[in-house]
């Protein structure tokens, strides 16, 4: 099925660390959703973006929405273990369906 | 706790079987969606459904089927089951189709032997 191309497909860190992820994109999209999946759960909503540009933040998360409306940023600053599980992006382009993206997979070394 | 609710947790079952997985939306929430998730994959769309009415395919099965209730719960009904089909599927829900900040509900793990 269709994806997003996500990067880094997994990454470890040291504790402490600030992490960057990013979602790519053929298409343009009008909304951006940033998602925690932990093993054997639902993804949890982190962010949600819904104009270009625009930056948003939940706690040490901060996520924007690229100007080309092809890509979007996810930043995660000072991980904790607990930051731990796969990051999911998602974009929607005015369908009636989101296009998920490959997921980050983040490991925290304490 | 996201406010969608799915059931069964887990479900093991056999090739060629039949089952039914259940999804409740949040309240007030019109649109259900439903993912099939295998190991370690993405999250792939399979349908929605819009206030009782589909709205949207996506990789879904011709055995495989769904459908929304008047009371907005929705079941996914996955016939003549195989060994792939073993996997997470995933229930989410939003308000409406024009802002679709999607909710997901835990999932429910298949596993066909």
């Known amino acids: 099925g269709q994806q997003l191309n996500q990067s880094p497909q997994s990454m470890f860190i040291q504790e402490g660390e600030d992490v960057s992820m990013n979602c790519t994109s053929s298409?343009?999209?009008?909304?951006w959703l940033w998602y925690k999946q932990e093993p054997g759960e639902g993804p949890v909503l982190l962010i949600a973006l819904y104009k270009a540009g625009e930056l948003t933040s939940n706690g040490r998360l901060t996520a924007q929405f690229g100007i080309t409306r092809k890509d979007s940023f996810l930043n995660i600053s000072a991980s904790i273990p607990s930051d731990v599980g796969i990051y999911f992006c998602a974009g929607h382009s005015g369908t009636y369906k989101y296009i998920f993206g490959t997921g980050t997979r983040l490991k925290v070394l304490a | 706790d996201s406010g969608v609710t799915q059931t069964p947790k887990h479900l093991i079952t056999a090739t060629g079987q039949r089952v039914t997985l259940r999804c409740s939306p949040r309240?007030?929430?019109?649109?259900v969606y439903w993912y099939q998730q295998s190991l370690d994959q993405g999250l792939q769309f399979l349908i929605q459904y819009y206030n009782g009415e589909e709205r949207a395919k996506g990789n879904i099965l011709e055995r495989f089927s769904a459908q929304q209730f008047p009371d907005l719960h929705s079941e996914l009904n996955l016939s003549s089951l195989e060994l792939g089909d073993s996997a997470l599927y995933f229930c989410?829900?939003?308000?409406?189709?024009?802002?679709?900040?999607?909710?997901f509900g835990p999932g429910t793990r298949l596993l066909v032997l």
């Open positions: 309240s007030g929430d019109l649109s």
């Open positions: 989410a829900s939003s308000v409406d189709s024009a802002r679709e900040t999607q909710y």
């Open positions: 298409s343009i999209f009008n909304t």
